[in-house]
């Protein structure tokens, strides 16, 4: 794990030295494509979570891979590849307040990345997130809401929201609004390491997702 702690931090430092523009088809900063994980818990430290999104119909984009990293209890870091675009896209999330599992305290969430909406090539973003287990083993929800804005010139806002429902601990229905679109998805927890995911991006093109999770992390922060 040390070695891929090494190969995540020089990646992510040649991305944010080289990134001119990140992908999209003029997203916010928390769309499932470019976002990598932009909205929930943070991985767990030494996790590695890998995933593939395929677009058949995308307009801009139909093909992008990520991997994102926990490096400490506190932060995770995300670097990836949209194949079409010929992109490196990124981001980094700190967490300096974790949400009360028993109680009401939500997770405050900070972070930076790779983003293209309006002409913006990075963002910033503060994000409120809380799951509550309704009834346990069965029903739980999970709510996220933040606010983000265009570095370095602070020109750009957007408004951040996620809606979260699962079922059984095994499937999970949700809603992202990135800032500028509307994305749905549901999401198969098919092992504790393997999700699928099907997503109505934009509300106008399919896309499917299959992600791989290693480490003490599990499934939980999908």
Not at 182 to 208: K, N, Q, R
Request: net charge negative.
């Amino acid at each position: 794990m040390r070695f891929q702690l090494i190969l995540v931090l020089a990646s992510l430092f040649l991305a944010v030295a080289s990134v001119e523009t990140a992908t999209g088809q003029q997203c916010g900063p928390a769309c499932p494509v470019c976002s990598g994980k932009a909205v929930g818990d943070l991985l767990a430290p030494t996790t590695l979570f890998g995933s593939a999104l395929y677009i058949p119909d995308g307009e801009e984009e139909t093909t992008v891979f990520n991997l994102r990293y926990g490096l400490f209890s506190w932060m995770d870091a995300g670097i990836g590849y949209a194949v079409d675009a010929e992109e490196i896209i990124w981001s980094v999330r700190f967490a300096p307040i974790t949400q009360d599992v028993e109680g009401w305290r939500p997770a405050l969430i900070l972070g930076t990345g790779s983003v293209q909406a309006r002409g913006a090539d990075q963002s910033a973003f503060v994000v409120l997130a809380k799951t509550m287990e309704i009834i346990e083993g069965r029903f739980g929800v999970g709510l996220a809401g933040g606010y983000a804005t265009d570095l370095p010139d602070f020109e750009e806002d957007w408004r951040l929201g996620t809606l979260t429902l699962t079922f059984f601990d095994r499937v999970s229905s949700f809603y992202t609004y990135d800032g500028i679109n509307s994305h749905f998805g549901l999401a198969v927890f098919a092992t504790d390491w393997l999700t699928l995911t099907g997503y109505y991006l934009e509300f106008e093109e399919p896309g499917i997702m299959a992600a791989a999770q290693w480490g003490p992390g599990g499934e939980e922060d999908e």
